[in-house]
């Protein structure tokens, strides 16, 4: 298994970004898919879920209507549209697909909003 974010950057409050996970070595479409950050200092907290179809997601409060998660299932890809950017979002970005004996977990890319 295999998952490689990107899309990450420095970006001014009020901005946007969008972050991509590109999975591999299992059947993508079968497994929910989730988005985990952890800032500085901080626990690693869960960000969106959207389940192995894409008809359901949920999210952290503090992201409601800020952040959708959406994947596509022909490119093997899940996704984290993210704007109105806050400093406090500024942190590492996982994707992340759980198994029952254990979670997979891409190395992250970060998210900087600063201005």
């Known amino acids: 298994v295999q998952l490689v974010e990107s899309g990450g950057g420095l970006v001014q409050p009020g901005g946007s970004l969008r972050l991509s996970c590109v999975a591999s070595?299992?059947?993508?479409?079968?497994?929910?898919m989730s988005w985990y950050r952890q800032a500085p200092g901080k626990e690693r907290e869960l960000v969106a879920v959207?389940?192995?179809?894409?008809?359901?997601?949920t999210y952290l409060d503090s992201v409601k209507g800020r952040f959708t998660i959406s994947r596509d299932n022909t490119k093997n890809t899940v996704y984290l549209q993210m704007n109105s950017l806050k400093p406090e979002d500024t942190a590492v970005y996982y994707c992340?697909?759980?198994?029952?004996?254990?979670?997979?977990w891409g190395r992250g890319t970060q998210v900087t909003v600063s201005s």
């Open positions: 959207i389940t192995s179809g894409g008809g359901s997601t």
């Open positions: 070595g299992f059947t993508f479409s079968s497994y929910d």
């Open positions: 992340v697909s759980a198994r029952t004996w254990g979670t997979y």
